[in-house]
């Protein structure tokens, strides 16, 4: 009799490792692919600070096209768009046509090109830039959530919330300054399709750059 | 007679002219200032204006850049062989002719006399350099990338010719800087024999060694799908799997995903690689151009991969799924009657999993308790009742849960992947061997585990009541009973909440009979009463536990090599070595001693550690590779599957059958062993010229997984008949249960093996596939 109850209290008595055995199970599972933004799906959602402190959402501009520029100031093929005035041209331009242009930065903090939101303002005063935001993703879930890789690299949304294009802003992977003229812009070409209802000819490319500090 | 002033003057002559050389030297090494400031993206570089001292060397921050040449001297119209060598700070590295996923390639522009002509850099074999999440391909430390330039055939012996390289590079620890530097060399012209450069021949012989050396013809294939890239390397020796790591770097960007695992499947004929696509559309390259590496304890070899990348013939899926008519049709004849079917079927194999080795020990021993308790409130005993069936749904509710999860992330996996996890069948081995020992007495846990066991006993043991029905699920996961299969397999094409409602009803099936007792009046007073005999059923229970102990030994021999049983039974003796550990310094009246819990505690973790620690290869040789005789449809009949091999014997004009089955699917093992391994179903096979194709599934396949896919279900078993033509008549799919009869009847709806070859070879044109 006690053994019996013994034995079916010990047989109760291994929740435990019940649940360790559960929990190898998902341990049995394969690896998965890291989450990437890709051409003709959804974009990821996102929601994330800028600079001045307020929060942006992927949402928030539905039925606009979005691009999404991954930056960060001190990378060498950052510069060379921004020293040229290139990116500023972008980024005005866009805004003039009602596309919303969104720099985003992944640095995770102690890492290149993560700066407090003061410094920020005045990177951002100097060089002139014209986003309608800089967001800041310090633990770099969205960049990993849109497999965002170098800087920089660009995403551009259609007013549906679709990846239309993802990958380098334009054809010659350099870091010279003289290329910027020559080059063809991916973007731009993506945009213009975008905004004329054209389905994108060029959809992606190889993206370029420094890596994201993540 | 000399002065005593003479002696000077060739003292101030030297002296002069040590000057004028330590001038020299000075205006030397200006002209060899560093080629960049620290500011990035200044592309800063030593004056590219002065072609009157030629800076061979360049130390840049971070990096000395400098170009050398093997030779002393050049021949007309010989090649001779130039480097440009980086010598980087630890730490420090620069990138491969594709970078990866950051970064940027060296660039060589040459400036060579007229009637010169400059080279491709050779480039040597990289190393992998992990960024964080990102994958690059480079080179540290002390790197020369080799390229030959060739004198024009007038070019004047005798003279010098200055050949020069504007190079530009990106060096990146994990901040990156941008070189730029102008380098040039004065190489002599003569003719004659080659003289080597002494001191760079240390670095000359390293590159080469370093270059990938060509592949013979036709060794390395390519094929490529929606997701992945396959590249095969046949190999005469291999049946092993290689002995080090396997790696492929391609030469285009984009490509892959650079920091993907490479899965590598070796073969009898070779190996297999294979390779995650970038999931951004990009055309395909006609051809896959890169090095495919192997190493082992530090020595590897590696081969330039040059060859055609053909399309998959059709994927996997489509290939099949398109005979077996679009999938969604499969998919959605899942509903209405069907997904009643499975409901059905999972309550069925709920009850029977109460019948097998794994699950019927506790269960016996719950209502041994049950019977212990008789006599007592009835109303408790329901509660009780509801608590064991509480714990088996919310236990089959988290593994559904998780099933589904690890399938929308695009896991390839279905009803009884846990199995084809190797650690997990040991686990389980072990996990049932201690419940055996507990079982037989060997070790009177109940006491030992005063404490906790207290917990749950005490009071209502409602709590319990809840973990025995979770036990139940645990110790029912090694198990697939019949009709369960089918039912899940059912279920992971079904939408999630569909899905959900079939693991509900085989959980509810599964603690039916328990359930059942429990409510049912008077049946606790016809319960015999608690005595002696008690104790020899509970020791008796043990062994149905053993002998699925030996099960899962088996299935784990089938998935690795032959070691993992030596491991396992190891781990299996090192707990059993715990548990006596306790149950001996314990005793009927006082738990176990510390030092004694701590010691079994040790052995019990070692033998899991040891258990465990040998991987299975990435797929089992064909099953019945070593060569068991009663191996169900005689092995040698039985080729292994791939959608390949499929469509050729197909194309060929023959009926195929595949067998898709697991080592550790009873139903799967039953059917082979009854029907497809019966004297006349062979002979009818024979007759209809049937090919027979086995696709084991015991360890991870996402080939097999996907073709089960195709065919809207997610488990084995599954058995599907081809008949011979070109693909317009639908593939049967025969049940789950296979009697000889079934198969043999099914056969015969083929046409016989002369007929269908005919018509076969009369058929024309090419085969339409349903996109």
């Not at chain 1, 949304?157 to 003229?181: E, L």
Request: charged share 15%; hydrophobic share 50%; with cysteine.
């Amino acid at each position: 009799m006690n053994s019996t109850a013994a034995v079916a209290r010990r047989a109760i008595a291994t929740p435990a490792l019940a649940l360790v055995a559960l929990s190898a199970l998902v341990v049995a599972a394969p690896s998965r692919a890291a989450a990437e933004a890709v051409v003709g799906s959804p974009a990821p959602a996102f929601s994330l600070t800028d600079i001045d402190g307020k929060p942006h959402a992927l949402a928030d501009y539905a039925g606009k096209v979005v691009v999404l520029e991954w930056v960060n100031y001190e990378c060498p093929f950052v510069r060379k768009h921004y020293d040229s005035g290139n990116m500023q041209q972008l980024q005005k331009s866009a805004a003039s046509e009602g596309v919303v242009w969104l720099s985003i930065n992944s640095s995770a903090p102690g890492k290149q090109g993560n700066y407090p939101p003061e410094t920020w303002k005045k990177l951002v005063a100097d060089k002139g830039a014209a986003p309608a935001a800089v967001l800041l993703d310090p633990d770099g879930k969205v960049g990993k959530a849109y497999g965002a890789k170098t800087t920089p690299h660009m995403f551009v949304v259609d007013g549906r919330g679709t990846v239309v294009y993802a990958g380098a802003i334009d054809d010659t992977p350099s870091t010279n300054v003289a290329d910027v003229k020559t080059a063809k812009n991916l973007v731009t070409a993506a945009v213009a399709e975008t905004r004329s209802g054209k389905p994108v000819t060029v959809a992606s490319a190889p993206p370029y750059g420094c890596s994201v500090k993540y | 007679m000399e002065s005593p002033a003479a002696p000077k003057r060739p003292a101030r002559a030297a002296l002069a002219a040590i000057a004028l050389v330590a001038l020299a030297l000075a205006g030397g090494a200006l002209a060899g200032a560093p080629a960049s400031s620290d500011e990035p993206g200044a592309a800063g570089g030593s004056t590219a204006a002065a072609p009157a001292s030629p800076a061979r060397r360049v130390a840049a921050p971070h990096v000395g850049v400098e170009l050398v040449a093997q030779d002393r001297s050049a021949a007309p119209a010989r090649a001779l062989r130039l480097g440009v060598r980086f010598l980087l700070e630890p730490g420090w590295h620069v990138y491969w002719k594709n970078p990866g996923d950051s970064g940027l390639a060296p660039r060589v522009r040459w400036k060579l006399p007229p009637g010169w002509t400059g080279g491709e850099i050779q480039w040597p074999v990289p190393e992998r350099i992990a960024v964080g999440p990102l994958v690059d391909y480079g080179y540290s430390g002390d790197v020369l990338l080799p390229a030959s330039v060739t004198p024009g055939s007038d070019a004047p012996p005798g003279g010098s010719a200055r050949v020069a390289a504007d190079v530009e590079w990106l060096v990146c620890r994990e901040d990156c800087l941008p070189g730029r530097a102008d380098l040039a060399l004065d190489v002599p012209v003569a003719a004659g024999p080659a003289e080597p450069d002494r001191e760079h021949a240390g670095a000359f012989a390293a590159a080469l060694a370093r270059l990938p050396r060509a592949a013979s013809p036709g060794a390395i294939t390519a094929t490529a799908d929606d997701r992945s890239i396959r590249v095969r390397v046949a190999s005469p020796s291999a049946h092993s799997p290689p002995a080090g790591e396997v790696a492929f770097f391609p030469a285009t960007p984009g490509l892959i995903d650079n920091a993907a695992p490479q899965e590598v499947v070796a073969g009898r004929d070779g190996l297999e690689l294979v390779l995650r696509r970038s999931p951004q559309p990009q055309p395909l390259p006609a051809r896959l151009d890169g090095v495919l590496v192997e190493s082992s304890a530090g020595a590897g070899h590696a081969l330039a991969v040059d060859a055609p990348l053909a399309l998959a013939s059709a994927p996997a899926p489509d290939a099949i799924g398109s005979a077996a008519g679009a999938r969604p049709d499969v998919a959605l004849s899942a509903d209405g009657a069907s997904f009643a079917a499975a409901i059905a079927l999972a309550f069925a194999g709920g009850l029977l999993l109460n019948l097998m080795p794994c699950v019927f020990p506790v269960l016996s021993l719950k209502v041994l308790d049950f019977a212990r308790q008789a006599g007592g409130d009835a109303r408790r005993l329901r509660r009780h009742g509801v608590a064991y069936a509480a714990g088996i749904v919310l236990s089959f509710w988290i593994l559904a849960g998780a099933l589904l999860a690890l399938r929308a992330a695009g896991g390839e996996i279905g009803w009884g992947f846990q199995l084809q996890s190797p650690a997990f069948v040991a686990f389980m081995a072990l996990l049932l061997f201690a419940l055996a020992l507990s079982l037989l007495g060997i070790v009177d846990v109940g006491v030992a585990a005063t404490g906790w066991a207290g917990r749950f006993a005490g009071g209502t043991g409602l709590a319990g009541s809840f973990s025995t029905g979770v036990l139940a699920t645990v110790l029912a996961t090694p198990c697939t009973a019949p009709f369960m299969g089918t039912a899940l397999g059912a279920a992971l094409v079904l939408p999630p909440v569909a899905a959900l409602a079939v693991f509900t009803a085989l959980a509810v099936g599964m603690a039916a009979p328990y359930v059942a007792l429990a409510f049912a009046p008077g049946a606790v007073a016809r319960l015999p009463r608690p005595g002696p005999w008690m104790e020899s059923i509970k020791q008796a229970l043990a062994f149905p536990l053993l002998a699925t102990v030996i099960w899962l030994v088996w299935v784990r021999a089938e998935q690795g090599p032959t070691t993992a049983i030596l491991a396992l039974l190891s781990g299996i003796l090192l707990v059993g070595m715990a548990l006596w550990l306790v149950g001996r310094a314990g005793g009927a009246a006082r738990p176990a001693s510390r030092a004694a819990r701590g010691a079994a505690v040790a052995l019990a973790a070692l033998g899991l550690a040891v258990a465990v620690a040998v991987p299975a290869p990435d797929r089992a040789g064909a099953p019945g590779d070593d060569g068991d005789a009663l191996s169900a449809g005689s092995h040698g009949d039985w080729q292994p599957f791939s959608a390949a091999r499929l469509e050729s014997l197909r194309a060929a004009g023959r009926p195929v059958f595949v067998d898709f089955t697991a080592a550790w699917c009873l139903t799967c093992q039953v059917n082979e062993r009854v029907a497809l391994a019966a004297a006349d179903v062979r002979r009818a096979f024979v007759a209809r010229g049937v090919a027979l194709l086995r696709a084991d599934w015991t360890s991870r396949d996402p080939d097999i997984a996907r073709a089960l896919e195709g065919f809207g279900k997610a488990g084995v078993p599954l058995y599907v008949l081809f008949p011979s033509g070109d693909g317009d008549a639908p593939p049967e799919i025969l049940p789950s249960l296979l009697t000889p009869r079934l198969v043999i009847e099914a056969l015969g709806r083929l046409p016989l093996a002369g007929e269908g070859l005919a018509s076969a070879a009369t058929a024309s044109g090419p085969r339409s596939r349903v996109p």
